[in-house]
């Protein structure tokens, strides 16, 4: 749809009027999972809704502007500072997908019209499309189970040490830990990945947890990756 710059103007505008509330919605939403609590804290919070506010005034920029471009580079560039702090790429796109659900309770079924091209061009501009992350996210979630499977098959200490929640804690950490091998993978960088797995050990270690159970968990991703990509 054409739409005069009037009108592009009006709509921006409407997004602007509600980048705080959204910004402080998506960080809510995203610190409803303890481990943004554990491992950023009060401070990992103020620069979660400061991150999201220049987000959502970029995305006005760019329905103001008619065109996606500001967007498409602004997202990989806060990918890539965000992995650099031991973040993945899954993050900012759970990150994104909040902050388009907020936006449509609040904006005007025309502005939520002229923004819906932003948002996918976001989501576009730093999701993995070569071939070997395609094939491990398709998998991830049997992956996940094949993983949780044997470790709790071949030593069941973990379950009678931490219950029916070693299951679900398990399967959280696998799942992100997949995400940063994808990372290091599709974006060539290490960082990611190097930053969380000390950060993973410290927590293990402060619950009594053996580093050597995370060294299994590793084990087990790296063959399971070595399967999918075979």
């Not at 502007?65 to 650099?84: A, C, E, F, Q, Y």
């Not at 410290?202 to 790296?222: K, M, N, S, W």
Request: overall charge positive.
């Amino acid at each position: 749809m054409i739409r005069s710059s009037g009108e592009r103007a009006r709509y921006a505008g409407e997004l602007i009027a509600n980048k705080k509330q959204i910004a402080e919605h998506v960080t809510t939403r995203m610190y409803e999972s303890p481990y943004w609590a554990l491992r950023y804290g009060a401070d990992g919070r103020r620069a979660c809704v400061r991150d999201l506010v220049k987000t959502v005034e970029i995305c006005a920029a760019a329905m103001r502007n008619g065109s996606p471009m500001i967007i498409d580079k602004h997202t990989p560039w806060l990918r890539g500072i965000l992995v650099d702090l031991g973040m993945s790429t899954v993050y900012l796109l759970q990150a994104l997908g909040y902050l388009q659900e907020h936006a449509a309770e609040l904006l005007s079924p025309e502005a939520n019209e002229a923004f819906q091209p932003i948002f996918i061009s976001s989501m576009q501009a730093i999701s993995h499309t070569d071939v070997r992350s395609k094939k491990i996210l398709e998998r991830a979630n049997q992956m996940v189970a094949n993983i949780v499977r044997t470790m709790h098959t071949v030593s069941p200490f973990w379950q009678f040490r931490f219950g029916a929640d070693a299951v679900r804690l398990c399967s959280v950490d696998i799942h992100f830990m997949i995400h940063y091998f994808v990372d290091a993978l599709a974006l060539d960088t290490k960082k990611g990945l190097l930053n969380h797995v000390p950060w993973l050990r410290g927590r293990f270690v402060t619950h009594l947890i053996t580093p050597a159970y995370l060294l299994d968990e590793l084990d087990l991703v790296q063959a399971e990756l070595g399967k999918v990509l075979t």
